[in-house]
């Protein structure tokens, strides 16, 4: 009921979901799981690279984990024989929806096979890869993960873990990795730990996770994270961990909390579940934001904790006031245009019955372009609301992510160009509130937001932990452009 | 987030959803939206049939309404002109998944196409068909529809319309029906309108629906329901009324507003939401058999507005203490032994931070054969919860229904073959309640169950108010069998 | 090299082949090899029922037999068991290319299932059909043979056999059949035999099969003609035979030996191989059109035997002028309009030092439209031909077929509208004849046609030897709009 | 009907055709032509890969030209815009049907993109991918080429062109290459011209192929052969020839006019047709090996013009006695065993009428493990042949092919094996006799074979014209690994 919102365009989109396992009997059948249970981080397109300590073997679809791997095609898990196996789902980003960049990666190096799943992004790929293909590598997608592989392949080490270590110390950004070589499982977390990965056991299997539902559903115990900067190396079930990074202060990823995780997730962090963060956060609102109102009603799904948190708080009573449908596929017919505006009813329907007459709270968890927002403001009216006061379990979202999350560009973020007033006109709510940054933090356990904060919060801050170098290159090719044209203009 | 639930063997299914429109271009894609919205009442297959005035067009296909008439299946929609149309969608029966199963059936009469679209179930159907197939006709389908259609293409009577009342009138049991002729759309319902069936009007277009909210998705205004017994003709924006039976008094099934309808569709004889309904329900719930506890927790989805009921009248919180993951294909990997039995979290999982150490209410709308209730009971304690009560939103599931819903046989539905303390037992709950017959009526408004019922209750009563030839054939068989083995053992 | 042209849109089209196989196991595999032997009679669809003694399995698909039979879909033949079979392959009419037309036909008839395998055409299909519709019966599919299968349901007998020869005595034209019932195999042919069937022996195995060939490729031994109004009942391996019509001299499709049989099949009417009658026709050809020329060259395959035999007989040379590529799919790329009209050459391209220089006799075995026999003379003159001479194995075709062969309306058959000067004029060849009639019948071993011919030769003569029932009320229809127009036209 | 023999399992088989096309609109279109006509050398894949000048398009897919990029995948073509284009057909070698083995290969170099098609094996590929893979570079396919592109991305040279002749000069062994960069095509030969290319034009638009024959099918003429050695660069329809490497004499393969050219295709250095040279291969074999007889037979197709040789000079009669079916897929059912040793007939049948009572001579091109040899001389006798005397247009095959050809290793080479008494008693012939190396010769206008031959005719005489690399190190590597085991033994 409340995993997170898979088709909303009008949502940030968590790009990837990862897990591996080793040291268990037909390991790929235990990732189909792990990556079933991670499907709401990605729905586009599944892959799973095994090793059966002669052969690699890798099956990789568009589509949901339970199609690719269901049993009409059990043969596809038979097909991955092997005690391990990792293993990804992704969105496909527009126009890269080749199969060649649904993940595992894999490539045959000197040392033998290599499969690799990412979730992140990697803030310097563009760079590395002209570097690359100048000096002869012969890259097979478009991914900034395989920057990753060419770089192991040429590194001038002599094994293939240092080689594979020398890769990550030029690459920045955000990466939460599981490879699989002849000699094993490796898993490592980027330096500022920006992406989460966490580590379990089941009986002896060695698991690891985005998040910690994956370790429930396939029947393993949460042990702890793979910590900011770690590098565990895993023969069967052993574990032997590396720490090749200079320390720094981590930076999780704060939007995890907010949306992208399963509310049955740990948020590891904040040492308790994912939903009662939201719950909490939704509580915080109530405090920050109040109003007099007859019922709060959640935009489902990902906004249901939060309602459920401002409705104990306030004592207002939470209600059903829209129902979702989980049957969209991606798309759907295009009726005519007379029909076509209907369109949002499929998804979303007022559940007329409740809030006819009601002065209401709509909780939702983010404002990304406003669009949706707009929408069912107008379903509520519709359907006889008197009031309609919208709350945002977020601060307003005014930057990009260049951490693995698919953001539209700036010019598109609603907050990013609009104040608070001309936001509350443009959704046609009464009234429109954000939870504060320090509330946020404070739903988080923390006092406030504090100086070096606790978490990656660049999305509502601006402020990026790591240099940008692509982003960077991608600005003063602009800037220059722009010279030119003016200097062509003058 | 609170339709049905849809690939749960432990429940009780609803075999189809109908939809019809006349009167308004490109008829099939406004029947695609209202399938979509009807989609919880059938996953297994979708189909529409247009008439545009020189021919029919019929696209049927396996799968979800959303791929069989999607973007990516424009064509599909585009491949049905005409301003006139009927579609369906179903459960497929084992062993009759066949494509020729999916409705609309359609024939060639001598008046020309016949399309038709059923929720229901025939009872007197293979009686019937002997008969037919002894004189001549052959069947293309294992289906009870194609009986009606035989029926009216052997009538002696010269107008189709005529031949197909004729033809009803030897049919017994549940039917509401949307067809398409030359002539235009006929809709209506059995004498006891046992399955539901509601009319709209989209601008002067003509719609007829299974329930409310696929009106609501259409953009159409409820206008009323089709009466049981009714028969309307619908020629282009043209609605005739007729009464082709007998009057009786009216039996519609209430298990609609147990699970079966959306909760944003309209419980029409009750006069407000299936939403308000099982809200009610949930209300008498906590009356009739409250508990000490410390949350209420729905099993979602179809729990849930029973949870919040009962949560709002006794008091106790309501906290989402297991989370649904809605990409549940129809089926799964079959991983190692060792793994499977961890299934039954794919769909389900303990919220673990909410439920330890706490005193739940369990809320379900229904026991059928006990296997779920006995997982989640687990699910619960293994979370860490220290006392799990059992409360289910229906009397007990005694009796199979034959009217249309895939029900298991006798034998095997928990209710019919064990006492209250027995089915406590075998779910291993602290306790259990159900909400009695009396208190399922008075949730629906009315004082109590009555002698004479307004609902059909026979899957909690036994008493089905009509014949059923075809089962007593069955037992008549069966009977003669066992004789037959009795004297041949003497 | 020499089976008949499967993809010459300029060709006339046998629509179908058949096949049946009693008394094996595994009678699947059997027709399946059959049909491969068949398979120049029609290469559209395939499919075949088997009945296992408890139910009927069956598989129809678009394709070829070794695409749908083949290793890739062993299953295929697995899912076919039981010692008795029938398949059939078939050309799709055009707008009739869907699978429900794809035979055999299946149907659960009173007394059990009822497979069927047509080769030929019903020539009063049509008139029966209205008149089954009208009294209530609902056809699946647009085929004639449908018709048959319907009147047998219908049919007062009370056995199947006889219900199923009160059909067929209620149908006119042309039909070969072979049907599998509970009770075993049904084979027969209408009272003129116009379309072939053979019997054979594989050890016990009863097989019957559209030609000889079929025979040798499943193993079996030819041992006679099915003949004309004869009925056979298989039980296993016994064979009943059955003569349910009052006698008729039969009149065998003389087209067989032109074009439609494989050349290593028997001619059996002629006691000799088709590959025999065909050279002999090529001979006959030698004597009646000779020409002072360097070379024989065969328009490849069919042409081929006729010019081995023309070659022979006239003492020029042989040559492969002509070389045709098999890898032909049904259609192919539409590149631009500039390189579009080299089509041609994708299946006939001129063996140019072979030709350059040469005055060449040009072989084929008919001219329907002229298209290719046009394009073919071109080419040779291309290729620097200095004379082209074309003879062709068959008198002119001037009408159309009504039993069982596609064949252009009569506007379209090139010899019913133009003169023999005409016709060499139009296809740009240095002289052009054809064999004369009595010049055919000789080179089947008689004297001359004869007033009551041995064969149907319609296509050549215009005698159709069967009243045309469904093509004179279209002519009367047709009259009678005519009619309409001119008096509305007064 | 002379195309060669494409599904015998008992026939060496050819692995490649290329074709491309520069300087015309569509270029892709005018490729799925050419490719069309050399369907012949490989059925398995096809594919095509266009640039219109600001990007590469590519298709590439299992099956058959006419398949891939047939009217039904009209987009397929549109798909490839451009006015320069380079296509392929290939084999799957058994393990490798992959499609990223498909050609072309494209990759992206820093000079932009890349496509290559080759026809050919390169004989050192597995060394020089060694040496790659440990320095970084990582292949995407198990294919030789792929070797060549590694090594032109790592080539020290700065322009495309000289890195990739570069490349050309480390490889050796046998390949014809057609490339398509930013700047146009490239089409080159090895030194020895071991495998064919040829060059026309179509109006101004330069066309490359295999053989002769796509040209006329694309509507080309013929210019010249591209020379061994020699290497084109075109751009637009601009012709720019270079000879980068040091001039050798010639070897090309003897064996394309025994079998693999199409017989419409020039055999250039022989300077007529390949048909004529067959024809003149079955003369000289009727001087070499005369014997007493009633009628010529090929084994169709690929035996079909030698055996008309053979008949002319002998004056012994040619006839079709066996006739082979065109519909043969690559697999066919499995049918039980009794069923199965009949396979044979699914190919080649016997025209039994013919063969009856005669004494034949057989004519085939050649023998490689003698397996349907064998077969079809028992089918003669089945057929009453009262002697058989096998006739075959090529030496013996003696040795295995490393330039391009799938042959067998040489422990099932028949002629390898066995004397040509021990040969004739396998095959179960009245007598064998197969052309003499110096007819061969003679055949293609020479005297005899001669010191230095103008042909690579290793596969009969052992002579291979070229270090074998990667075969010296596999024979090395059995060498070593024997020799251990014998001093384990000791």
Chains 1, 2, 3, 4 share one sequence.
Do not use: W
Request: net charge negative.
């Amino acid at each position: 009921m409340l995993t997170t919102n898979p088709f909303d365009d009008d949502k940030l989109r968590e790009e990837c979901g990862i897990f591996g396992a080793s040291g268990v009997d037909g390991a790929a059948a235990l990732v189909a799981l792990g990556l079933h249970a991670l499907q709401h981080r990605g729905q586009e397109a599944a892959g799973i690279t095994s090793f059966d300590g002669d052969h690699f073997h890798t099956h990789r679809a568009m589509g949901l984990v339970g199609e690719t791997f269901s049993q009409q095609n059990e043969e596809a898990i038979r097909a991955l024989p092997g005690s391990v196996a990792c293993g990804h789902v992704r969105y496909a980003t527009t126009g890269e929806t080749a199969l060649r960049n649904v993940q595992p990666l894999f490539a045959e190096l000197s040392e033998g096979g290599f499969a690799i799943a990412h979730n992140g992004n990697i803030s310097n790929a563009l760079r590395l890869r002209q570097e690359l293909v100048r000096t002869g590598s012969i890259f097979q997608s478009t991914s900034d993960t395989e920057t990753i592989i060419h770089l192991t392949a040429r590194s001038n080490y002599d094994q293939l873990l240092y080689k594979f270590i020398d890769a990550l110390k030029r690459v920045e950004g955000a990466y939460s990795l599981v490879c699989v070589t002849r000699e094993g499982m490796i898993a490592c977390r980027d330096p500022l730990g920006i992406r989460p990965l966490v580590l379990g056991r089941r009986g002896d299997a060695v698991i690891v996770a985005s998040e910690t539902v994956a370790l429930d559903v396939a029947g393993a115990e949460f042990i702890r994270e793979i910590e900011p900067g770690e590098l565990i190396v895993v023969k069967g079930t052993e574990i032997e961990s590396h720490r090749p990074f200079p320390p720094r202060a981590p930076r999780p990823c704060i939007f995890e909390y907010v949306y992208f995780s399963r509310p049955d997730s740990r948020a590891v962090s904040a040492g308790r579940s994912v939903y009662a963060v939201r719950k909490a956060i939704g509580a915080q609102l109530a405090m920050e934001a109040p109003v007099e109102a007859d019922i709060v009603i959640p935009v489902p799904d990902s906004g249901t904790p939060a309602a459920i948190g401002y409705a104990q708080e306030s004592g207002i009573p939470f209600e059903l006031g829209i129902i979702r449908s989980h049957y969209m596929g991606r798309t759907f017919i295009q009726p005519t245009d007379e029909i076509r505006h209907e369109g949002v009813r499929l998804k979303h329907n007022a559940n007329r019955d409740i809030v006819a007459g009601k002065r209401i709270v709509l909780i939702d968890d983010s404002i990304v372009r406003g669009t949706t927002s707009h929408k069912i403001v107008q379903m509520m009216r519709d359907a006889g609301a008197t009031e309609v006061h919208m709350r945002i379990a977020s601060p307003p979202t005014k930057n990009p992510c260049f951490y693995g999350v698919d953001t539209p560009e700036k010019a598109k973020l609603l907050a990013a160009n609009k104040s608070l007033e001309q936001m509350t006109d443009h959704i046609k709510a009464d009234s429109l509130a954000f939870i504060s940054m320090d509330g946020l933090y404070k739903a988080l356990g923390e006092a406030a937001r504090g100086e070096e904060p606790s978490h990656c919060d660049a999305c509502f801050s601006g402020e990026y932990p790591t240099t940008l170098t692509d982003q960077r290159d991608r600005e003063t090719a602009d800037q220059l452009a722009l010279l030119e044209e003016t200097e062509a203009a003058e």
